[in-house]
């Protein structure tokens, strides 16, 4: 199974600022129909999940565009510009490519200091 | 609106048999992902199974042996059935929907199912 690490494991964030969420999986995500399937999911406390983040980049519909992602093979990454009181929650990383199965890391906690 | 609604039993003794199913209202798909993904209480994200617009499959390969995911097309709703379900299957589900027909891709997800097996 590929293994996703994130870091950190927990982000305390001034509001306001932005928030860096790192994920590195332990083989290449790349396709061999040449997609990268990479894909970050929010929770906010006490609710389901929702994915944000398609393909490495590509928002999913309604997603503010305060949140992008960026990287390439084995290195990922989602911003948040502008951190918000509602963006509190747990970030998860997830991965598509190489299946079965599909992997998801440890999530990050995002915090408000 | 499109919605989710996910319904099923919530206890069980060890060896039964998890049922759920998820519907979509408001919303029918011609291109989607419907996925099956559990979380133990207070723990992370586990991917269960997938099943395509073209009828494929996939699982966990954890599961697979106790897994089956299906799809009723004319009710708009999506089954999952676990079999021999012990203690660590103690956990949320949780349906979800990527629809892929147009850019950007959508994503739906049910409320959830807190499922705790126990003698």
């Known amino acids: 199974d590929i293994v996703m690490t994130q870091t950190p494991l927990s982000s305390p964030v001034t509001l306001g600022q932005p928030a860096s969420i790192s994920c590195r999986s332990s083989?290449?995500?790349?396709?061999?129909?040449?997609?990268?399937?990479l894909s970050w999911l929010q929770q906010r406390p006490g609710q389901p999940p929702r994915f944000l983040i398609y393909k490495i980049s590509n928002r999913f519909s309604g997603v503010p565009d305060r949140f992008s992602g960026s990287g390439a093979g084995t290195d990922f990454t989602l911003k948040i510009s502008r951190v918000e009181a509602e963006d509190v929650g747990v970030y998860y990383c997830?991965?598509?490519?190489?299946?079965?199965?599909?992997?998801f890391g440890q999530g990050t906690k995002l915090e408000i200091k | 609106q499109v919605q989710l609604q996910q319904w099923g039993a919530g206890l069980l003794k060890p060896s039964e048999t998890l049922s759920l199913t998820c519907a979509v209202y408001?919303?029918?798909?011609?291109?989607?992902?419907w996925n099956w993904i559990r979380q133990p209480p207070g723990k992370g994200l586990e991917w269960i199974a997938e099943i395509n617009h073209s009828g494929s499959t996939k699982y966990n390969p954890s599961l697979k042996s106790r897994v089956t995911i299906s799809v009723d097309t004319s009710k708009n709703q999506v089954a999952l059935k676990l079999g021999s379900v012990t203690a660590t299957d103690t956990a949320i589900y949780y349906c979800?929907?990527?629809?892929?027909?147009?850019?950007?891709?959508?994503?739906?997800w049910g409320q959830g199912t807190l499922v705790t097996v126990s003698s």
């Open positions: 997830m991965q598509a490519t190489q299946f079965p199965p599909y992997t």
């Open positions: 408001g919303g029918s798909f011609s291109g989607y992902y």
């Open positions: 979800a929907i990527v629809v892929v027909t147009a850019t950007p891709w959508d994503e739906y």
């Open positions: 083989q290449s995500l790349v396709h061999s129909d040449g997609n990268t399937y």
